[in-house]
């Protein structure tokens, strides 16, 4: 098992452009959760899976961000018309039960310019 | 709404000094309390946890006790080293494990 593993590292894009960010598991685990993590600052809770269903979507989460997990596996997470404020990394994680604490992954460094 | 609070930093020591990072939460009911450490350009690793008043969680020197009635999970170890020089997060997930809510980091800079 090599952990929670994100795709790509790093992404620089352009303002307005789309941007998907891939997301796989620990396989065992059937929680899956997007943080976003600004600098200076703690991670902030996106949306959570349990399977293939969506639980929680934060307040964060504008429309135009969306979050896939379509056979309980891997997860996409997907900005549209991307803004400079979207500038962040953004962290998944994966749990069997959550309050014993989960497993993230390295992360994808989001640059819009 | 749940909260976690911890002290400001940086907090910069000389290797073999003592440490604390002060964290406090609010919550209603019985939430799970962790930290976590992120190294330079990497992902958080669960350091410690504990999961019930009392609970004492340790991992590499560290520890943390689960303090409900000061509402309180302070970290400390003993003795720092060079490589423990990184950002601590403070965390709580509530019963329903839904989400964990993070404290915003301390970093902390040890000095040979």
């Known amino acids: 098992d090599t952990g929670v593993s994100q795709d790509p590292r790093h992404k620089i894009t352009k303002r307005g452009q789309n941007v998907t960010f891939r997301c796989d598991p620990i396989s065992e685990h059937n929680r899956l959760y997007w943080y976003r993590q600004t600098l200076g600052q703690g991670p902030e809770f996106l949306t959570y899976?349990?399977?293939?269903?969506?639980?929680?979507k934060s307040r964060l989460l504008s429309d135009r961000f969306s979050a896939e997990r379509p056979k309980g596996s891997f997860s996409t997470l997907e900005i549209q018309r991307t803004e400079q404020g979207d500038s962040a990394m953004y962290l998944c994680?994966?749990?069997?039960?959550?309050?014993?604490?989960?497993?993230f992954g390295s992360g994808t460094r989001l640059t819009v310019v | 709404g749940d909260s976690v609070t911890q002290m400001e930093g940086p907090v910069t020591l000389s290797e073999e000094a003592f440490l604390t990072i002060n964290c406090t939460y609010t919550a209603t009911g019985y939430p799970s309390l962790f930290w976590y450490v992120q190294y330079p350009g990497e992902g958080l690793q669960l350091l410690l946890k504990?999961?019930?008043?009392?609970d004492k969680g340790s991992n590499k020197g560290f520890e943390a006790t689960y303090r409900k009635e000061t509402t309180s999970f302070h970290l400390e170890k003993g003795s720092v080293q060079v490589s423990d020089s990184a950002v601590y997060f403070c965390a709580l997930a509530d019963q329903a494990g839904t989400a964990l809510i993070f404290g915003k980091g301390t970093t902390l800079s040890v000095s040979s």
């Open positions: 994680a994966s749990s069997v039960t959550g309050i014993h604490g989960y497993t």
């Open positions: 899976f349990q399977n293939e269903a969506q639980l929680e």
């Open positions: 504990a999961t019930k008043a009392d």
